[in-house]
């Protein structure tokens, strides 16, 4: 059974206070890896998709990085408009199953 | 673009009442997903539609939940008899053409359901 595991389930950071968010995965026959980034009361975003291990993708002050077992999300110097629940998916051969998120709090 | 769009945006309901859920797709998207929310359980996939097909609904939660897309524009997701425990959040999302675990998904506004 495919299953995702991230953590930790909440992170408070100070600005400016890098720091990173895990996902750990076990999945038959990886097709992606997803990070998406979700407000209060909104759906959640698409940040980005990892294919293979060792990719790693960037976008402001986020970076995604993917091995054969975990992705983290790298964040650098965050704002505190950062602050969010950011989800990680993965896909498999027949459906794409989410992790349960990380909280993520920064405080000016 | 006006991205996925979904109604109503908050449903209060008694137990035992029909509950429909509305959702139009991003034009030009051919799959189309229906996830529900809870604390407890994280994004849930329920059930998920390409070219208009259910593919999967193997998470609906039981017979009472059923699902529908007449058109590429339209789907529906109806509960019926509603219960206190599908209290959630609903969400509707789309994707692009293409195997849809290569793809991202876009999510609309969710619709949350409360029943008494």
């Known amino acids: 059974e495919d299953q995702v595991t991230q953590s930790p389930e909440a992170l408070r950071l100070q600005e400016g206070e890098s720091s990173s968010l895990n996902c750990s995965y076990t999945?038959?026959?990886?097709?992606?890896l997803f990070w998406y980034r979700q407000d209060p009361g909104k759906g959640p975003e698409f940040l980005f998709t990892?294919?293979?291990a060792g990719e790693e993708k960037e976008k402001e002050r986020l970076k995604a990085t993917l091995t054969k077992k975990e992705s983290f999300l790298h964040i650098t110097a965050p704002k505190p408009e950062d602050s969010a629940t950011y989800l990680c998916?993965?896909?498999?051969?027949?459906?794409?199953?989410f992790g349960t998120g990380t909280r993520l709090l920064v405080s000016p | 673009d006006a991205g996925v769009i979904q109604s109503p945006r908050h449903e209060v309901t008694e137990m035992g009442q029909e509950v429909t859920l509305r959702c139009k797709p991003i034009?030009?998207?051919?799959?189309l997903f229906w996830y529900r929310q809870t604390m407890m359980r994280g994004l849930e996939l329920l059930i998920y539609?390409?070219?208009?097909?259910?593919?999967?609904d193997s998470g609906m939660p039981e017979d009472r939940f059923s699902a529908k897309m007449p058109n590429a524009s339209f789907s529906t997701l109806k509960i019926q008899p509603s219960e206190p425990r599908d209290s959630a959040v609903y969400f509707c999302?789309?994707?692009?053409?293409?195997?849809?675990?290569?793809?991202?998904?876009?999510f609309g506004p969710g619709t949350r359901l409360t029943v008494l």
């Open positions: 999302a789309s994707s692009p053409p293409g195997t849809f675990t290569y793809n991202e998904q876009f």
């Open positions: 999945v038959s026959g990886l097709r992606g």
């Open positions: 990892l294919y293979s």
């Open positions: 998916a993965v896909g498999g051969f027949q459906k794409l199953v």
């Open positions: 034009s030009g998207h051919n799959s």
């Open positions: 539609f390409n070219n208009n097909v259910p593919i999967d």
